[in-house]
Structure formats: structure tokens, C-alpha cells
């Protein structure tokens, strides 16, 4: 039975897609206390407010804040430790495509916005 | 029915206290074990050792407080409590 030390191999670990490409760090681990049974590890939180949150929730509210000037639409990407596939010393590869997930709304912005209009242009 | 929910980052470095309001030390990591798609987390480690574990570091002095899960209450993460004495999680880690 694999053993787990969640602040050493789970929290600010690089995570990956199916396809091994990067799709930010785990910013925060949801636990659900189930009473008379152990706890159980939920869900994998990621991004800048999850972060945030560390330093204090002054600083969270005010990342938030700041959040909707921001391209990225939402604060935190919330994903179920059901999709996570393998995890290894140096990263956890999760069972999903990034360029569909909020994680990647920078780069998608940047091709409908960008790339897609450059590679129209007649040349 | 919902079951409540928290943070685990919110918990690292918070004193642990027992119902008399003794310290055991600081939380800095806890052990978790893969059962099929769950990973259930079986102990909570406390105290200097437990922060130089996360680095690798292992002093023979200076060894992790473990606590198992149904010793400690964490449903404020601001303010987890242990379930027994002080005394008598030191009495187990001797055992």
C-alpha cells in the first residue's frame, strides 16, 4: 500500500496532464472528515488565490480581487484526487487535457486573440 | 448530506493543543495511504522532527510526534485539538 507524505510528495508539486504537459502546481488539498473514518484527501486545489490563501485571507480577498481584471476567469481550479493518475517524486499526472481546463486560459486567449489572427493574415 | 471539508495547507504550522491547553507541537505534515482511487490519511505528524522529515532529514533525538487521525480534531483548522492528554500521546509514542 503506496504511503503518502502529503506536504513533502503532494502539496507544491508540479502538476501535469495526460499528456505530461505542465498545468501549474497543487496550491492547496481539500480534506473531507468523515467522522468515525479516516479523512480522505478530496480534492487538489491550484491557483494564484488557492496560493494566496496561505498568507493570510487579507491577502486572499485582495488577490481576488485583482482576479477580475484578470484573463483567467476563475480563481481556483478545483480537481478530484479520482483524476489523478500517478504520482511521482517530482510530479502528479492527472487524467485530464490542460487546454480544457481554466489552467490554461492565458494560452487559450493568447491563440484566439493572436495566433489565430496572425496565421489568417494573408501572407 | 454533506461531510465538512477544509483546507490541509491551512493546518501546517498550527500548534496543537490537548483539552487543557497543552502544546504538542506544530502540525507540518501528515501521512496519507493509496486504498484503490482514495487516499486516506492515516496520522498527523507534529513537531521539529516532523519539519526536518519533510526534507529528509532524520535526527535519531529528534523524531516526528505522530498523531493517528482519530487522536486529533481538526475541524478548525485554525485551532486543532487533540483528543487525549498530552501525557498520554506522550505515553503512546514511548509504546
Same mark, same amino acid.
Given at each position: 500500500?503506496?504511503?503518502l507524505?502529503?506536504?513533502?510528495?503532494?502539496l507544491?508539486?508540479q502538476v501535469?496532464?495526460?499528456?505530461?504537459?505542465?498545468m501549474?502546481r497543487?496550491d492547496?488539498?481539500?480534506?473531507?472528515?468523515?467522522?468515525?473514518?479516516?479523512?480522505r484527501?478530496?480534492?487538489?486545489?491550484?491557483?494564484?488565490?488557492?496560493?494566496?490563501?496561505?498568507m493570510?485571507?487579507?491577502?486572499?480577498?485582495?488577490?481576488?480581487?485583482?482576479?477580475r481584471?484578470?484573463?483567467?476567469?476563475?480563481?481556483?481550479?478545483?480537481v478530484?484526487?479520482?483524476?489523478?493518475?500517478?504520482?511521482k517524486?517530482?510530479?502528479?499526472?492527472?487524467?485530464l487535457?490542460?487546454?480544457?481546463?481554466p489552467?490554461?486560459?492565458?494560452?487559450r486567449?493568447?491563440?484566439d486573440?493572436?495566433?489565430?489572427?496572425?496565421e489568417?493574415?494573408?501572407? | 448530506?454533506?461531510?465538512?471539508?477544509?483546507?490541509?495547507e491551512?493546518?501546517?504550522?498550527?500548534?496543537v493543543?490537548?483539552?487543557?491547553?497543552?502544546?504538542?507541537?506544530?502540525?507540518f505534515?501528515?501521512?496519507? $495511504?493509496? $486504498?484503490?482511487?482514495d487516499?486516506v490519511? /492515516? $496520522?498527523?505528524?507534529?513537531?521539529?522532527?516532523?519539519?526536518?522529515a /519533510?526534507?529528509?532529514?532524520?535526527?535519531p /533525538?529528534?523524531?516526528p510526534?505522530?498523531?493517528?487521525?482519530?487522536?486529533?480534531d481538526?475541524?478548525?483548522? $485554525?485551532h486543532p /485539538?487533540?483528543r487525549c492528554?498530552?501525557?498520554e500521546?506522550?505515553?503512546r509514542?514511548r509504546?
Open positions: 500500500m503506496k504511503k507524505d502529503l506536504a513533502r510528495d503532494v507544491d508539486k501535469v496532464d495526460r499528456d505530461e504537459t505542465k501549474g497543487v492547496g488539498l481539500i480534506l473531507e472528515l468523515r467522522g468515525d473514518r479516516p479523512p484527501i478530496d480534492a487538489i486545489e491550484m491557483g494564484f488565490v488557492v496560493l494566496a490563501r496561505r493570510g485571507p487579507r491577502v486572499e480577498r485582495w488577490l481576488e480581487k485583482l482576479r481584471f484578470s484573463i483567467r476567469k476563475t480563481a481556483r481550479q478545483r478530484a484526487w479520482e483524476k489523478v493518475i500517478e504520482i517524486p517530482y510530479q502528479i499526472q492527472l487524467d487535457k490542460a487546454i480544457d481546463t489552467a490554461f486560459a492565458w494560452e486567449w493568447l491563440r486573440h493572436f495566433v489565430a489572427k496572425a489568417a493574415k494573408p501572407k | 448530506m454533506s461531510t465538512p471539508k477544509i483546507h490541509f491551512l493546518l501546517l504550522g498550527k500548534v493543543r490537548d483539552p487543557q491547553g497543552v502544546g504538542v507541537g506544530r502540525i505534515s501528515a501521512h496519507a $495511504e493509496i $486504498e484503490g482511487a487516499a490519511v /492515516r $496520522e498527523f505528524l507534529l513537531g521539529p522532527g516532523a519539519l526536518l /519533510r526534507f529528509g532529514i532524520s535526527f /533525538r529528534w523524531k510526534v505522530r498523531v493517528p487521525w482519530d487522536l486529533i481538526i475541524a478548525d483548522p $485554525e /485539538r487533540l492528554s498530552a501525557a500521546l506522550a505515553g509514542q509504546s
